[in-house]
């Protein structure tokens, strides 16, 4: 056991020496000019042999140092300077000067591995005295061409990346704050209305009254304390629900009938965002009928259908007094159209919303794949 736990802390050890002064890069380099070396001769055994040799070693050594020092320029110098500046010709132009100059240097390297062997260069490399740029055009440029061009293809890739996750992360920050503001949002018309309305009981019904303002009570301290999570459980949200809805019903004459089926079975297994549901209800008490003379009406029903969330709601409307649908204020002095932002960041391809403006009514169907207890998405709607 012992033995084992050294073993583990020695690789662990190791792993850390390695990145911490880069020797991941240096057996980059070694590894891949000598892969490139081998594809270029075509023999294994004949690499292996040349590395054994001064002028091997040498030669091996000439391709490792120049062009590791010429991609890090590229990288750390060229591309921060001039690619990520946009001066894309100078870009273009230094980077060729670098492939030049490196394959010069590579190539004057053979000159000293065959001084080092005692020979002449074209005799130790097999080339034809009279084509001596041959070394130039057929061994160091195209090797430090593709050395550029794989340096640059990983860090390019690199930064992508890296832009990606930054541009991620200011988005989720962005939505963050955006529903953080729109959750927010308070409705003074309510407080008011709700106080207005307990103060007229106070007299008519005083045991009403009592009830009423413990079920304000209760309403404001879910508002400010108990829904800062960005998932609650469903039950807490339909309990509010219901008394917003009592509440609410205080301002109404005799001439209101109010039908509501509020499920809460399986309650408890599931989490809703805060207020994703409340705009649509208030929306309906404050835009119904507004004729003395035509009935008042609303009919609410919440259940759940497996693991979806069904929100029907229909509500009398005299369409004199109403604006067009978008031109709506719901909740916290929100619009229907940030409703549906809402809606939209928070359940992206598992909510429908359809909202339909009738000859004197409007209706709201919402289906909404609600969260586990977990916190996941448990099925998306039309999977």
Known sequence: MTTGRLSSNTVTASLTFIERYKIHHVLFWAVYHFTWW??????????????TEPHGIVKYLGYVLYQAAGVYFCLYVLIPRLLQKRKYIVFFLSTVGVVVLM???ITSNYFLAARVADMSVYDLFKISPESPISIFKYNALPSCVGAVTLGMSIKLTKIWIASQKRQQVLEKEKLETELKFLKSQF?????????????????KNPEMASESLVKFSSLLRYQLYECN?????????LAYIESFMEL?????????????????????????????LIPFIENAFK????????????RLDIYMDGKKLQFELENSANFEFQN??????????????????????????????VVTKGKDSYSV??????????????????A
């Open 38 to 51: 081998t594809i270029f001769s075509g023999s294994v055994t004949e690499v292996f042999q040349s590395v």
């Open 103 to 105: 394959a010069t240097l």
């Open 187 to 203: 409705n003074p018309h309510f407080l008011f209305n709700t106080i207005n309305s307990i103060f007229v009981l106070i007299n």
């Open 229 to 237: 999570s960005n998932q609650i459980p469903l039950q807490n949200e």
């Open 248 to 276: 609410e019903s205080l301002r109404q004459n005799n001439n209101f009938e109010l039908t509501s089926n509020i499920s809460k079975r399986e309650g408890e297994r599931f989490t809703i965002a805060p207020f994703i």
């Open 287 to 298: 835009h119904l009928s507004e004729d003395f003379k035509l009935k008042k009406w609303m």
């Open 324 to 353: 067009t649908l978008d031109e709506m204020h719901v909740y916290g002095g929100l619009g229907l159209k940030n409703v549906k932002r809402r809606l939209d960041i928070i359940y992206p391809d598992s909510h429908t919303l």
């Open 365 to 382: 169907k919402l289906e909404i794949v609600l969260l586990g207890e977990e916190g996941t998405v448990l099925k998306k709607v039309g």
